[in-house]
């Protein structure tokens, strides 16, 4: 048990460096100022592909190191945080198979048809696809926002750590709703999710 506690200490040291190189590398290496009607103007950028590893790795090591701190709790475990743990790691595995997706999916179907990409096409404007998105993004907000106040309200971890985490993941997930200050919005949520994740890993390393 105490292997497994270290090693998602480092997961989630690792992971939140991925997901911050992630993040601003996205905006730094795509196109994203040309965003507009499609997507296909990002995922046809030679760039694509190496971004979005980045944020796929640093997504399944978070899965790790979720588990990591739900264990760390050990008698301080409540029903909530159990519940907030099992929505956050369910949320997670989303965002992993979301990135997935980008991923791999993304250049094959432009390669064939750039339209498919379109804000207005068949993906985007699908009656499953956009819910179903949705639905992901909020799984993910309230699982980390539940877990992360319970990390918070612990004696094992520093009270911001926590809050970093559960307020930082819910910018990033809800960012887009904020229409044109997304941008904004997200980068703030990403860096506080980050410093929460990397700092909740570093005390998991020196738990004995």
Known sequence: MKSLIQWSGYFNIISGFLMLAYWYL????????????????????RNWTFVNILGTLGSIL??????????????????MTT?????????????????VRDTILWPILVKHDPSLLDF????????????????????????YIIFGLALANSSFFPAWAGHFMA????????????????????????????????????VLLRMK
């Open 26 to 45: 996205y905006a730094i290496l795509l196109p994203y100022g040309q965003l507009s009607t499609t997507l296909s103007i990002l995922v046809l950028n």
């Open 62 to 79: 978070s899965i790790i190191g979720l588990i990591g701190l739900y264990i760390s709790l050990e008698d301080q475990i409540t029903q």
């Open 120 to 143: 207005s096409g068949p993906i985007y404007t699908s009656k499953t696809f956009m819910p179903f998105f949705i639905f992901s993004v909020l799984l993910y907000a309230i699982g």
């Open 83 to 99: 519940i907030g743990f099992m929505i956050a790691i369910v949320g997670a595995i989303l965002m992993f198979l979301t990135l």
């Open 167 to 202: 307020w930082g993941a819910l910018l990033f997930a809800l960012g887009p709703l904020f229409g044109p200050w997304q941008v904004v919005i997200r980068s703030v949520g990403i860096t506080a999710l980050s410093i929460g994740t990397i700092w909740l890993g570093t």
